[in-house]
């Protein structure tokens, strides 16, 4: 059974960090991975959708890796801001079963 | 452009009575659709998916059920609400073909049982 790990919790940074978070997966057989960001009391937005046979996806100032192999992605924030501090969700596909989530990253960008 | 509805935004409900939440989806046909449930410290949960017109799956046994009466409208109800259904629930769509491609979610409804 799939299983997504997402390490930190929670994170605070101050304005302009250059940060990373984390996204561990037990079964690598996956067919497409997904970051996606959750504003408080809102619906998921998608952000980067990377499939199995890609290593990276960028957009914006938003870089997401994916190493198949050893179950990780990371999703690298370049230059944070204010506006950045949400909850980033990473979720994997193994093709025809439902998308798994993982608990998610709360961060905090301080100005 | 499509655009995914979902009410309402916030719900109190005593426990034992009834639950409908809509969510319809505009600009697209045939979409799979989804509805999930965000409980407070234990990630989103898959409950029901729907690949066409009265095709439900179920994915954990519980106290809710799904319908999809229409092509672009999922529907998620309870006979009798228990406590522990109390949380975030999000309806999402993905173009039909791929049905776990990148999904689109509507903006959640807040249920509060009491």
């Known amino acids: 059974k799939q299983e997504v790990t997402q390490i930190p919790a929670a994170l605070s940074v101050p304005e302009g960090e250059n940060l990373v978070l984390n996204c561990s997966f037990t079964?690598?057989?996956?067919?497409?991975l997904q970051w996606f960001r959750q504003d408080p009391g809102k619906g998921l937005t998608s952000l980067l959708l990377i499939q199995s046979s890609q290593r990276e996806q960028t957009s914006g100032r938003l870089n997401a890796s994916l190493d198949k192999s050893s179950g990780r992605s990371t999703l690298y924030i370049a230059a944070s801001q204010p506006g950045d501090s949400a909850t980033y969700l990473c979720?994997?596909?193994?093709?025809?079963?439902?998308?798994?989530f993982g608990k998610g990253t709360r961060l905090s960008v301080i100005a | 452009s499509q655009t995914i509805h979902q009410w309402p935004a916030t719900l109190v409900q005593p426990v034992g009575s009834p639950l409908s939440l809509e969510c319809t989806v505009e600009?697209?046909?045939?979409?799979?659709l989804y509805w999930y449930r965000q409980a407070a410290g234990r990630g989103l949960q898959l409950l029901f998916y729907?690949?066409?017109?009265?095709?439900i799956s179920s994915e954990v046994p519980q106290n809710l059920s799904a319908s999809r009466p229409q092509d672009r409208q999922f529907i998620l109800s309870s006979k009798k609400l228990l406590l522990s259904d109390s949380g975030f629930y999000l309806c999402?769509?993905?173009?039909?073909?791929?049905?776990?491609?990148?999904?689109?979610f509507g903006s959640g409804t807040q249920l509060s049982v009491l």
């Open positions: 999402a769509w993905s173009v039909q073909g791929s049905p776990f491609e990148k999904l689109f």
């Open positions: 079964d690598s057989a996956i067919y497409n």
């Open positions: 979720a994997v596909s193994s093709g025809n079963t439902p998308l798994v």
């Open positions: 729907s690949v066409g017109i009265g095709q």
């Open positions: 600009g697209t046909s045939n979409p799979n």
